[in-house]
């Protein structure tokens, strides 16, 4: 595997459900990302987690739970979403170095989010 | 408070044609800026970058940027669309003064005729 690997590609779930995203990546890199994309909606940064600790929450609702167990993995845990939740969930990942601020982020093919 | 538009909402072009996708930001300094382009039901691909210097930039797939300041833009160009360059492309500035959040513009969906 390369890059950056999202499973599973496509998700169907109902509002009462429990699911995990899940993203890992084999670049080495110390930081990864979830955005989300709705149709219509620009991509919108999620959760930022570097050296696994969580750097960036942008308002997000509690039913999203991230998980950052290592540098290599990242969850996105979901319970109780709503319809308006469906979307395509993208994770990236880059290396960040202190002071700097030229990383360059890649992302993974995403997980396509349909909740009934 | 800084902003990214990509005026164009679709393009369409006939294959073998020249292609420009327009960019432009609004941040209080130079930002860094980057292109992405997104396959249908894929996730995004970096197509090129620039941080400083030259402002010409080469990229991946034949693209091209030329980042201009005095208009605060950086529009991305292709001299002759290939069919598979059908996609959506982002443009999206990212800055010190923004939280070194990449920002994306609300992308162009590129159309090839053939």
């Known amino acids: 595997e390369t890059g950056v690997t999202q499973t599973p590609r496509h998700l169907v779930m109902g509002m009462t459900n429990k699911k995990s995203l899940k993203c890992e990546q084999h670049?080495?890199?110390?930081?990864m990302y979830w955005y989300k994309q709705s149709a219509k909606k620009p991509l919108e940064l999620m959760f930022v987690?570097?050296?696994?600790?969580?750097?960036e929450n942008n308002s997000v609702p509690s039913r999203f739970s991230p998980e950052c167990p290592n540098s290599s993995h990242l969850f996105l845990h979901l319970h109780t979403l709503q319809p308006e939740d469906s979307a395509l969930y993208l994770c990236?990942?880059?290396?960040?170095?202190?002071?700097?601020?030229?990383?360059?982020?890649?992302f993974g093919p995403g997980t396509r989010l349909t909740v009934l | 408070a800084q902003s990214v538009t990509q005026p164009d909402i679709h393009i369409t072009v006939s294959e073998g044609a020249s292609l420009e996708l327009r960019c432009n930001y609004s941040?209080?300094?130079?930002?860094?800026l980057f292109w992405y382009v997104q396959s249908p039901g894929q996730g995004l691909q970096l197509l090129l970058k620039?941080?400083?210097?030259?402002?010409l930039v080469q990229g991946i797939k034949g693209f091209e940027a030329e980042f201009k300041r005095s208009q605060s833009s950086f529009n991305l160009r292709k001299p002759s669309v290939h069919w598979s360059d059908a996609a959506e492309y982002f443009c999206?500035?990212?800055?010190?003064?923004?939280?070194?959040?990449?920002?994306f513009g609300g992308g162009t969906r590129v159309l090839v005729k053939p």
């Open positions: 990236a990942s880059s290396q960040v170095m202190r002071g700097e601020s030229t990383d360059t982020q890649y």
């Open positions: 670049l080495g890199h110390n930081a």
């Open positions: 987690y570097s050296l696994e600790e969580r750097v």
């Open positions: 941040y209080g300094a130079t930002p860094y």
């Open positions: 620039y941080f400083s210097g030259d402002t």
């Open positions: 999206a500035p990212r800055s010190e003064a923004a939280g070194n959040k990449l920002t």
